[in-house]
């Protein structure tokens, strides 16, 4: 069974910094493409970044150039590092797996998710 479970999460000032693992149990990293997503309250799921099996990257407009996805494959564990953070980043992220190499902006593309962990930017 494959389950990916987040860490990272908190409260952090406008221009400080988070770093979000997703650990993936039951597959190896490099077999597939990862992502993240968010969900702020009372808004639809958002894409934030996404890394393919062969370690391309991908970003949503809002976060590029602020934040960064990375792979361990090592740790079967892939991150998001975020800089910068503005309030508008408060939300819950979500990692998610894909089960093909290819990365995909859309969710409906990922076949396991996260938990989810909270993200609070306090201006």
């Known amino acids: 069974q494959i389950q990916p479970v987040e860490s990272g999460g908190g409260l952090v000032q406008a221009g400080g910094s988070l770093r979000l693992s997703c650990k993936i149990i039951?597959?190896?990293?490099?077999?597939?493409?990862q992502g993240w997503f968010r969900q702020a309250s009372g808004k639809e799921r958002e894409f934030v970044a996404a890394i393919s099996a062969s370690a391309n990257t991908y970003y949503g407009r809002s976060v590029k150039g602020r934040f960064t996805i990375s792979r361990d494959n090592g740790k079967n564990t892939f991150y998001l590092q975020m800089n910068s953070l503005k309030p508008e980043d408060t939300a819950i992220y979500y990692c998610?797996?894909?089960?093909?190499?290819?990365?995909?902006?859309?969710?409906?593309?990922?076949?396991?998710w996260g938990q989810g962990t909270q993200v609070t930017v306090s201006s």
């Open positions: 039951g597959r190896d990293t490099d077999s597939g493409a």
């Open positions: 998610a797996v894909r089960s093909t190499t290819s990365a995909s902006t859309t969710d409906s593309h990922y076949d396991y």
